[in-house]
């Protein structure tokens, strides 16, 4: 089935009495009583399918858990409360019985450089950081790290980077090492990594998934061999997502399809009409032909998607030149996030890389200057129209 038909069925319909309901309901009970003890018991057990504790698994977010899976085209998935308790947990599974050591791309979003270098660290588990788009480097690194896990974003953030994926997990393989790769900003309608390589895959459902900024959560889809101690893990420690957000999730990825294709549109065109404009410096978007990784795009990417994201840095600006450009805009919301029907702008050094050090984001190339749009579904024009009144 393609994923635009699997967008509006998969998950949904399941036969609950003698009628079935179009949509899977909010089940919000925390606890299910059976027929029998002996019948709780096997539940409880795991010999018998079956509901008995929320923490362990709900039918609204088992719903949604099956949709993703679909999408992802994995074995199994695991919805949590945000993007980052799905990227600690991916971790956590991805290192289980290997190495405690993580080579992780440069280039990653800001709050997944807190976890690595502030949470891991402490513990013990070493990350090197490595440039991902440079094949050479990830040789010399996987050989001088022996890492336990790989880690990237398939369209990194906020310079919109894409790694030759496959090339990447098939060196991780050879070294025994699990991938973990972040595709919130590709989405399923993009790329799919497991049928590249990696092991499990990260989403922020907060973003493109969910779509419509009043969902905070995170899914994990893996792989056969991960699955199990997936399960486990958010069994003990419970970073699981909630009925209510299950539900909202799975009605906002009805539309993923449609709101994907239109948004990555809208992204293309305002990229050529800002790389035109006078006011800007530089515009970072990965369907440039003069893009760094244009080779890798053309052979991962399906043609005409090439994501909502542009980022572009103002002439000359400083912060507080980049503060009267935000607020000058009336339609393009300035809040941080991305993804959502709604197009918005954010300034990375004072958001999602805040908590990285000056002098790391300077080699990380993100500049005081730098901005970064995600494009929503409104009509072209308007958003060309607010952007040009805001440029001045
Ligand atoms: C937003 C984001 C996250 C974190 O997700 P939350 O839902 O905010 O916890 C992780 N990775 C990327 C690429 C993101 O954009």
Known sequence: MRIDTQAVHAGDRKKAGPEIPVTTPIHAAVSYFHESMEELDRVFAGEQPGY?????????????????????????????????????????????????SILAAEALYGATIVVLTKVFAPL?????????????????????????????????????????????????????????????FATPVLVRP???????????????????????????TSDAAHYETLRTLARAYGPVLGPFESYLTMRGIKT???????????????????????????????????????ATIRRLLPEGLYGALVSFELKGAGRAEVFRFMDRLKLVVRATSLGDVHSLMMYPAMSSHREVAPEQRARMGIRDNLLRLSAGIEALPDLLADLAQALG
């Open 52 to 100: 008995c504790y929320t923490r362990f698994a709900n039918p609204t977010t088992a719903a949604l858990e099956e949709l993703v899976t679909a999408l992802e085209n994995g074995h199994g998935t695991l919805a949590c409360a945000s993007g980052m308790s799905a990227i600690h947990i991916a971790l956590l599974a991805a290192l289980a019985g290997r190495p405690r």
């Open 124 to 184: 013990g588990i070493r990350t090197t950081f490595v440039d991902i788009c440079d094949l050479g480097a990830v040789e010399r690194a996987v050989a001088q790290a022996q890492p336990g896990c790989v880690l990237l974003e398939t369209i990194s953030n906020p310079l919109l980077r894409v790694a030759q994926l496959d090339r990447v997990a098939e060196m991780a393989r050879a070294a025994g090492a699990a991938v973990v790769v972040d595709n919130t």
């Open 194 to 220: 497991l049928e590249l390589g990696a092991n499990l895959v990260v989403h922020s459902v907060t973003k493109f998934l969910a779509g419509h900024g009043d969902v905070l959560g995170g899914t994990v």
């Open 256 to 294: 993923l399809v449609l709101r994907i294709q239109r948004q990555c549109a809208n992204a293309r065109r305002i990229a050529e009409w800002l790389n035109a404009h006078p006011a800007l410096q530089r515009v970072y978007f990965p369907g440039d032909p003069a893009h760094p990784d244009a």
